[in-house]
């Protein structure tokens, strides 16, 4: 049994704080119930030094927290913030009181200007005095440190690992780990989230917070997990300051594709990435992993026919997981351009309701390969537009005119052949046997195989359609050879598709 990683939802508080119009107390509240239901174990719920709105928030979401739901507020080293994050926490059943400071060299000296051994006692005076104040309000409150900039100690990791080592002797129950700002390999981070976690108390909770400035943050979290580091802090859609912080969804799925028991409900995802869209107004993008509209597209013939064949199994050949595994319910999209194939007119023109045969689908192949040549990817009414141009209305040597009833077994079929017009008529039992009949008499004898009638969905077809006849005729060669015709009367059904079987032929 793998260890369970413990999600520790950021969106809330440096997604927010990234928006260009941040949430307010409603929007923040509809995200927080949106978050309860995905089932991560802890909500930053904002900063709430930073404005009375967002003291207003906190304070909401820990008044309405689920009991089992640790609900953090973020305050810098100092004294004011802390008390103030603790006034809003005190409410729910787990409150945590998060407090940072910087510990990089670069940041130490060029932007909180202090010495090491200044920042280290202010660290320690912190997490003491957070721990002292939200212990007075709640027996079950916690503190959590960061050493913020994490990723940019390589140079001084021992200083930084001493100071953790007194922060969690002053009370410290949880400590992060940021990379606040990626510049740098994955592993060599990785590696120094494996120093501390080796160097601290197996009871303290490591965490990891990615930032996603190379792209990386996703897999620095999930490496950082195998590592050692048990709480994940997330944004939902990877929300947050530059490029982000690692994005939940993939870190969710990349550690359920590796085995790991990942305590969310997964098929939340894709709903809600699109409401996050929506209420941050950050777009996703088309290629972005798992959620992005193009993420489960195909268009190569090759990946189409992999997908088609593997459509139903959990495991597909070119995607990463079962569409529904994230609640997607479009699954994978076939798209036509000119690198698809006969697997993607078949199951564009299937998908779309219409009958066809993978032999009409190799037919009709070249001709929309021809116009996706021109056009780029052709939308799903063009590639009907010409199977219906193509099977219902195969151009050739045979052009009909007319077709009637004369009397009871008695028809009348006027033609041409080529240039040469025909007017012939001839008795029959039925309509499809006069029609062979007066053809036959014309000099185009044709072997018919078998022939079936059906009623068409007019909602599909249009109005003008009601009947559609298949019949099939046996080709000099032996070749049986499927054509269609549709109309309203089933008597013009029968000839059209008789006439559009002569074309396919000659
Ligand atoms: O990126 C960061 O370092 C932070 C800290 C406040 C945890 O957001
Ligand atoms: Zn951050």
Redo the contacts with the bound molecule.
């Keep these: 049994m793998t260890r369970q990683p413990f999600f520790y939802d ?1 969106t809330l ?2 997604g927010n704080q990234s928006l260009k119009k941040p949430w307010n107390l409603k929007e923040k509240e509809f995200i927080f119930e949106k978050l309860v239901h995905f089932g991560v174990q802890a909500v930053e719920a904002g900063f709430p030094a930073a404005s009375d709105m967002d003291f207003e928030a906190v304070k909401r979401l820990a008044q309405i927290a689920p009991e089992n739901l640790v609900i953090s507020g ?1 305050a810098r080293a100092v004294e004011h913030d802390i008390t103030r994050a603790v006034e809003a926490i005190q409410f729910c059943k787990k409150p945590r009181l ?1 407090t ?1 400071i910087a510990m990089s060299p670069f940041n130490m000296k060029y932007v909180l200007n202090k010495k090491p051994e200044e920042v280290r006692k202010t660290a320690i005076e912190a997490v003491r005095f957070a721990k002292e104040s939200i212990s007075k309000v709640s027996k079950n409150g916690e503190v959590q440190f ?1 050493v ?3 990723g940019d100690c390589t140079e001084n990791l021992d200083f930084v690992i001493d100071t953790l080592k007194e922060v969690v002797n002053a009370g410290a129950a949880v400590i ?1 780990l ?3 700002v990626e510049r740098t390999r994955v592993k060599t981070f990785v590696d120094m989230v494996e120093k501390v976690c080796l160097a601290l108390p197996d009871e303290i909770m490591i965490a990891v ?1 990615c ?1 996603n400035d190379l792209g990386m943050a996703t897999a620095a979290t999930i490496e950082s997990y195998f590592a050692g580091a048990t709480q994940l ?1 997330c944004c939902l859609n990877g929300l947050g ?1 530059r490029a982000g ?1 690692t994005n939940i969804y993939e870190v969710a799925v990349g550690l359920h594709n590796s085995g790991v028991d990942v305590p969310l409900n997964l098929d939340d995802i894709y709903e809600l990435a699109l409401v996050i869209s929506d209420m941050s107004k950050v777009a996703i993008p088309e290629k972005a992993p798992l959620i992005g509209p193009e993420a489960l597209a195909h268009r190569s013939g090759i990946h189409q026919d992999g997908a088609v064949k593997t459509k139903d199994m959990e495991k597909g050949a070119y995607r990463p997981i079962h569409p529904t595994l994230i609640g997607r319910k479009d699954d994978e999209k076939i798209g036509f351009t000119s690198q698809s194939g006969k697997t993607a007119v078949f199951e564009i023109i299937r998908g779309a309701g219409y009958p066809i045969t993978i032999q009409e689908a190799v037919r009709i192949t070249p001709v929309v390969k021809e116009a996706a040549e021109k056009a780029g990817e052709l939308p799903a009414r063009n590639i009907i537009d010409i199977y219906f141009d193509e099977v219902f209305n195969v151009k050739g040597n045979f052009r009909l005119v007319a077709f009637e009833k004369l009397a009871e077994g008695l028809f009348n079929l006027k033609f041409f052949h080529k240039t040469e017009f025909f007017d012939m008529n001839a008795q029959g039992n039925g309509p499809v046997d006069a029609c062979l009949s007066a053809l036959k008499q014309a000099g185009f004898p044709q072997k018919l195989v078998d022939y079936e009638q059906y009623a068409m969905d007019g909602e599909i077809f249009g109005s003008g359609a009601a009947a559609m006849t298949v019949i099939h005729f046996e080709d000099l060669e032996g070749n049986t050879v499927l054509a269609r015709g549709k109309d309203e009367s089933t008597l013009k059904a029968n000839v059209k598709a008789i006439f559009n079987g002569l074309n396919l032929m000659n």
Aim: proline share 5%.
């Design positions: 950021i508080r440096d973020l998060h940072f960061s913020e900039h994490f992060n940021p990379n606040t917070h930032h802090e300051e912080n």
